[in-house]
């Protein structure tokens, strides 16, 4: 469950520390990544979508670890496939980072993960 300290360095972030299980390896790998908050959930996108090495290994072990400002969150992942919600996640990530950043940058637009903050 994210406390607030860790709430509020997200919403005074624009990009995230990830840190997944490495799914041939088991080691940690840790990569900046972007993020959209609603509520209680934090949604990411890989910018290669479900070509992403750190979504494949998300695919593999559902746990990660979240690092903003210096506060931490280990949280279970929730994949998302479904076109229309991720549309709807990547249109609030145009919203907030612009539509040719986001254009530019996420290549494959297919996937992405939910992360449940309470």
């Not at 670890?65 to 990530?93: M, N, Y």
């Amino acid at each position: 469950m994210a406390d607030e300290k860790f709430i509020k360095a997200l919403d005074s972030s624009g990009e995230i520390e990830l840190t997944v299980t490495g799914r041939r390896t088991g080691r940690e790998i840790s990569i900046p990544v972007w993020l959209e908050r609603e509520g209680e959930r934090l949604y990411l996108v890989p910018v290669r979508g479900s070509d992403s090495d750190w979504y494949k290994n998300v695919l593999k072990a559902r746990t990660i670890r979240i690092t903003a400002g210096g506060a931490q969150l280990t949280a279970r992942t929730t994949p998302i496939t479904d076109p229309a919600k991720v549309g709807e996640i990547l249109d609030e990530f145009r919203a907030k980072y612009g539509a040719q950043e986001v254009a530019a940058y996420y290549t494959k637009q297919d996937v992405a993960v939910e992360v449940p903050l309470g």
